[in-house]
C-alpha cells in the first residue's frame, strides 16, 4: 500500500538556519504530494503542493520539488523564523486507488530558537 | 469565504457512551474526509464521503460510523466508547473529491476517561 516516510524529529535549529525535513513515498501510480503544517493546538494548513514529476512546490519561503526517480519530495526552508516552529507532515494523495484519501508522514516537530 | 468548522471543539466522554462529531466544509465542497490524530499512531484516515456516499473507508472497527448531508455537511460517530479512542479527530473537505487540496478544519478534542 501507499506509504511516507519522513525523517527523524524533533529538529531544533537557531533561527536563520537552513532547514532540510526529508520525506520519501511508496505509491501506486503517479500520486500528488503535499506538506501540511500543524501549529500547537490547530488542525493542519497546507503548505505546498506538487501533482506531478519534478514540479516544485513553494510558499512563505519553503519549497519542495516533486522528485519521481528518487521517489522524494524533501522540505527547504533557506532561513528559518522562530514562528516555523511547528510540526511539519509530508503527505501523498493517489486518486487512482484513494481518491481523496491522504497518507501521512510521521510528522516531524521543528523548533526554532532565536 | 469561510474555512471548515468543526464542533464541538473539545469533548469529555466516559468508556461504553458513544459520540457525535460534526463537520461543515467550505462552502462548495462536496468531499469530506475524516481522520484519527494520535501521539501514538500519527493521522489515520476514517473515511470520505463525497455527494452523500461514503466513498472510502480506512481500517477502523464498525464502531466508527458517519454520514453526510445533502448541504455536505458531515457527522461521525462513535459508538461504545473506549479509553484508545482520545485524539484529535480531524475533517478536511475538498471540492470534487480527486487527490486535490484537503483543506482542514481546526479539529475535535476528544477525551475517553
Known amino acids: 500500500g501507499d506509504s511516507v516516510t519522513q525523517m527523524e524529529g524533533p529538529v531544533t535549529l537557531s533561527e536563520e538556519a537552513f532547514l532540510t525535513i526529508n520525506c520519501t513515498y511508496t505509491?501506486?501510480?503517479?500520486?500528488?504530494l503535499f506538506w501540511y503544517v500543524q501549529y500547537p493546538g490547530e488542525g493542519l494548513q497546507l503548505l505546498l503542493k506538487?501533482?506531478?514529476?519534478?514540479d516544485k512546490g513553494s510558499n512563505k519561503g519553503f519549497e519542495a520539488t516533486y522528485r519521481k526517480e528518487t521517489t522524494s519530495f524533501h522540505l527547504e526552508k533557506g532561513s528559518v523564523q522562530v514562528s516555523d516552529s511547528a510540526v511539519y507532515f509530508c503527505?501523498?494523495?493517489?486518486?487512482?486507488?484513494?481518491?481523496?484519501?491522504?497518507?501521512f508522514g510521521e510528522g516531524t516537530q521543528l523548533t526554532v530558537n532565536p | 469565504k469561510a474555512g471548515v468548522t468543526q464542533t464541538p471543539r473539545y469533548l469529555i466522554k466516559t468508556r461504553g457512551q458513544q459520540v457525535t462529531l460534526s463537520c461543515s466544509p467550505i462552502?462548495?465542497?462536496?468531499?469530506v474526509s475524516w481522520y484519527q490524530q494520535t501521539p501514538g499512531q500519527g493521522l489515520q484516515f476514517l473515511f470520505e464521503?463525497?455527494?452523500?456516499?461514503?466513498?472510502n473507508k480506512g481500517n477502523f472497527p464498525g464502531r466508527f460510523s458517519g454520514r453526510q448531508f445533502s448541504n455536505s455537511r458531515s457527522e461521525m460517530n462513535v459508538s461504545t466508547l473506549e479509553l484508545g479512542d482520545s485524539a484529535l479527530y480531524l475533517c478536511?473537505?475538498?471540492?470534487?473529491?480527486?487527490?486535490?487540496?484537503?483543506?482542514f478544519g481546526p479539529g475535535t478534542r476528544l477525551l475517553v476517561l
Open positions: 478536511a473537505s475538498g471540492m470534487a473529491g480527486g487527490a486535490e487540496t484537503q483543506y
Open positions: 505509491a501506486t501510480g503517479y500520486p500528488s
Open positions: 506538487a501533482t506531478k514529476a519534478d
Open positions: 503527505a501523498l494523495s493517489a486518486r487512482e486507488t484513494s481518491g481523496s484519501r491522504l497518507t
Open positions: 462552502s462548495g465542497h462536496r468531499s
Open positions: 464521503y463525497f455527494s452523500e456516499t461514503q466513498r
